[in-house]
Each structure stands twice: as structure tokens, then as C-alpha cells.
């Protein structure tokens, strides 16, 4: 005789995921759940909702690294567990950081001697890296002031209008005034004697950009340098610069060595730069280095000793992993400037390889620059049909996420796409790219224009005196027939 008997419910082991009550029900959105549930169901569950995020090989959008060497994941999962800030227990991994400060100080000409130690910290990214910077700015100005016995109350930083929102941030958290360059069409960066113009004596610094945000040119730093050298000794007013070099800085060394932006320059005090874009690291790692101590004022670092050891401090957080400060010690190690330098020269080329295709389709103007970061920034030659926000959705029917946006203050009328070369952005891809952008646009020329669009939103007055105007709007194959009902002003809003 055989013997049976129904599984509890709880009785997993019969079970696969898909067959068990946890696949039928929601997920929580706002309470901790009561129960429990197993391990290979929580996996499941959440990787089958994350296969709907975008694949980020293909975000275009980011200038974060999306790859690694295997042998660089190893050493990432072998040290996941160590929290960086404990420096006794983990010694080998505090001189692995102080390593890469001193490499990326000497990258950036600062003028140390061959076995002195320099003057800067790793941070989660070159936000807090600016933060970091900017206070030390602000609290030297202020010590300067009050030696003076002048008011310290006001201070002010000047940048262009193109800096990345961290420096809004700081300016607002930290309660210094922003003082920004405007663009103007053409013109995306900050204009050196403009700003130089607007400095005074409150001004704890001028905010360089090397890489924009917005179409990756450089900004002129030497100029600047120049110009608040020749202020100097025309008034007296000695303002530092801080270089930010976010996505410029692992680039300008390696393929445009006599381009003299960093500490070769007597003004620049400064320099951050994010591991996790160029450098070539995952998400979460920056740095900052000064050019001396001076630079860094002492009353800013914190020295505690409840974890073992006197240890000097100057972040803004305290627990942060290991694993990015040692793959960085990786990538340093691993390529050299040989490395970097194939890499950086292979994302240059792509980039060409790019802009010569968008080009060769006559359909767009190029916003971006050949000196700069790897990228391509673009536009619509003729955007009365359609806009650069109608390519960047439709894109993403193809995988790629490719961002549209508007320039800033005093050149908003300008919209442009954009396209970041990363490291694993290869030849082929760039192709790809060019030929799903050609269907995208064979695709936009079938469907209607923007200004039926408009007329079916009521956003285009009509001239037929009738109380109602009937629009059908014809969508491509891809898209259903809609009917499109537009009514006087008076009526309720038309949902489209």
C-alpha cells in the first residue's frame, strides 16, 4: 500500500519558486512583512523585478564604469565585509588609499618630493569630494578674514552655469553664495574673464570644470590662472582655484599631457576627481587632493582614537566600504599609463567613430567638442517635425538609454542628446548606435508632426469656427490609431 500526504505550506522543499504561494501576492511596498520567506524565493522575486531596470552596458547616459576585469570582482566580493574608516583592524587596506592619493597627486604635477607623502582623502564620490574642498576653502577665507577683523559672513564661490548640481548643493548646505557665468549659445562653459570679473573680495574660490557635464569641453584653466595672477597684482585679491576634474582628470593626463590644467598652475589649490568614472571603478569612489598642507586647514581634520589608533578624519561620512579603494589600487596598478592611455585613446576614437556617423547622416549639429571628454553631445538641424526628446524615447525601444535635455540659464532654447564612451563602449556598439538612431529617424519621419501633436493637445488654435474639431492621428505600425476629440478652452483638459 502506498502511503501520501499533502505538503504544509510551509513545506518548501517539494516546491519550485514559481509553483509557491510567495509568487502570489505583491511584493511590499511600505511595512516589513510579518513572515518569512526563503532564500531562494527572495532572490528570485527581486531579480525577476530588477530584469525590468536597463541594461547598464547600454546606459549611455552615465559616465560611471559598468565593467571590470574578473579578477578585479574577486578582490571587490574577497573584501565586500571591510568597512574602510576601521584603520587599525585593516591596515593593508588604509596604505592601499594613501597609495592611490599619492599616485593621482603625482598624476596631477602636485609638488611633492619623490617619497613625500601628499595631502588628500577618498570619498564616495566626487560630490562629497567637492563638499570636502569647499569647506576647507571657506574656512581658510574665514580665518583670513577674521585675522583682519573683516566680516565673514558672506561668503561667495564662482563658477559657470554649467557645474554639475553638488556645487549647488554645497553652495545651499553650506550657506556660500553661487555666482554664476552664464552660458550663451555656442559658448557651454564658463567664460574665464567674465568670471574674474565677478570676483571679490568674498570669493573663497573659482570653481573650474574640466569635463563638463553638459558636451565634456574642457574649461580654459590656464586662462583663468592667468587672469587671477594678473588681478593679483592689480588689487591684491589672491583667489584660489579649485579644479573640478570629476570625469576630465583620469583623461587629460594620458592623452593631452601638455594641456596645463592642475597644480602646474599657482592658483589651482585643488583637484577632485571621480574614481568611478574614468578611473575606471564601480559606483563609490572619489578623491580630493590639495596641492600642500597649508591648503587644508587643521581644525577641519578630526582625530579619534575609539577604534584602536589615533586617526585623523576629514570626510563627511564615517562607515563606507573597502572594495571600491581597493580596486582602484588595481586599476592603477594593473594598467599604468600605458593602460589608461590605450584606454582613454580607444574611447577617443570611438567617439569619432561616432561623430562621423551622425554626421554623415545630415540630420544633426554636433554641440560637443573634439578636446574633451569621450563623448558626443547633439542636436536636431531641424526640429520643427520632432524633438531630441522623441529620439531619446524612442531609442529605448532599441536597449539604449540615451539622455535629452535642455542647456542651462541663457541658452535654454538649446536641446541636445548625449552619448558617453565608456571603456566597454566598443567599435561595433558605436555602429550599432548610428544605425538604430538612422531608424529612429526614418521612424519619427512617418509619424505625424509636432504641430498636429499640439493641435490634438489644443495647444494650436483653430481656425474652423465650429464648436468641435475632430483630429485623427495616424501612428505607425508600431502604435494604435488614436481619435483625438479637441474642444474649446472652456471644456475640460483633452488627456492624450
Known amino acids: 500500500m502506498v502511503l501520501s500526504h499533502a505538503a504544509s505550506d510551509s513545506d518548501v522543499s517539494v516546491h519550485s519558486t514559481f509553483a509557491s504561494r510567495y509568487v502570489r501576492t505583491s511584493l511590499p511596498r511600505f511595512r516589513m512583512p510579518e513572515n518569512s520567506i526563503p532564500k531562494e524565493a527572495a532572490y528570485q522575486i527581486i531579480n525577476d523585478e530588477l530584469m525590468l531596470d536597463g541594461n547598464p552596458r547600454l546606459n549611455l547616459a552615465s559616465f560611471v564604469t559598468t565593467w571590470m576585469e574578473p579578477e578585479c570582482d574577486k578582490l571587490i566580493m574577497a573584501s565586500i565585509n571591510k568597512n574602510y574608516v576601521d584603520m587599525d583592524e585593516y591596515p593593508v587596506t588604509t596604505e592601499l588609499q594613501n597609495r592611490c592619493v599619492n599616485m593621482i597627486a603625482h598624476l596631477f604635477n602636485a609638488p611633492l618630493g619623490e617619497t613625500e607623502t601628499a595631502v588628500g582623502v577618498g570619498t564616495v564620490g566626487s560630490s562629497e569630494a567637492i563638499m570636502l574642498a569647499g569647506l576647507a576653502f571657506k574656512r581658510k577665507w574665514q580665518n583670513k578674514r577674521r585675522a583682519e577683523g573683516k566680516p565673514f559672513d558672506k561668503p561667495n564661490i564662482v563658477t559657470g552655469a554649467n557645474v554639475q548640481v553638488c556645487w549647488e548643493k554645497f553652495a545651499r548646505y553650506f550657506e556660500v553664495e553661487l555666482k554664476e557665468v552664464k552660458l550663451r549659445e555656442g559658448y557651454y562653459v564658463m567664460d574665464p574673464e567674465q568670471a574674474v570679473e565677478m570676483v571679490d573680495e568674498n570669493t573663497i574660490c573659482v570653481a573650474a570644470i574640466l569635463g563638463s557635464t553638459l558636451n565634456g569641453e574642457f574649461e580654459d584653466v590656464k586662462l583663468l590662472n592667468d587672469l587671477l595672477v594678473l588681478k593679483k597684482k592689480e588689487t591684491g585679491l589672491d583667489i584660489p582655484i579649485h579644479v573640478d576634474a570629476a570625469s576630465g582628470g583620469f583623461i587629460a593626463p594620458f592623452i593631452y599631457p601638455e594641456l596645463e590644467w592642475d597644480f602646474r598652475l599657482p592658483q589651482v589649490k ?227
Not at 490634438?456 to 505600425?477: F, H, I, P, Q, R
Request: proline share 4%; aromatic share 8%.
Open 270 to 496: 585643488s583637484i577632485n576627481v571621480s574614481g568611478h568614472k574614468y578611473g575606471l571603478v564601480y559606483a563609490g569612489i572619489g578623491w580630493v587632493v590639495w596641492r600642500n598642507k597649508e591648503d587644508l586647514p587643521d581644525e577641519l581634520v578630526f582625530h579619534i582614537n575609539y577604534l584602536g589608533t589615533d586617526q585623523p578624519t576629514f570626510t563627511l561620512n564615517f562607515s563606507k566600504g573597502s572594495s571600491q579603494v581597493i580596486a582602484q589600487y588595481y586599476q592603477l596598478i594593473r594598467l599604468g599609463h600605458e593602460g589608461y592611455r590605450n584606454v582613454m585613446e580607444n574611447c577617443r576614437e570611438n567617439m569619432i567613430v561616432l561623430r562621423e556617423g551622425l554626421e554623415k547622416t545630415g540630420r544633426f549639429n554636433i554641440v560637443s567638442k573634439d578636446e574633451g571628454i569621450p563623448l558626443v553631445a547633439f542636436s536636431l538641424k531641424d526640429n520643427s517635425s520632432h524633438t531630441e526628446f522623441e529620439i531619446s524615447e524612442m531609442l529605448r525601444r532599441y536597449g539604449w538609454i540615451v539622455p535629452a535635455y535642455t542647456m542651462p540659464a541663457n541658452a535654454e532654447h538649446i536641446t541636445v542628446l548625449r552619448v558617453v564612451i565608456r571603456e566597454d563602449f566598443s567599435r561595433t556598439l558605436a555602429e550599432r548606435l548610428v544605425m538604430d538612431i538612422e531608424k529612429v529617424m526614418h521612424e519619427l519621419d512617418e509619424l505625424p508632426s509636432r504641430v498636429i501633436h499640439k493641435i490634438s493637445l489644443g495647444e494650436v488654435k483653430s481656425e474652423d469656427n465650429g464648436d468641435n474639431m475632430v483630429v485623427t492621428v495616424k501612428k505607425s505600425d508600431i502604435e494604435k490609431p488614436k481619435e483625438i476629440n479637441v474642444k474649446k478652452k472652456t471644456d475640460k483638459p483633452i488627456f492624450y
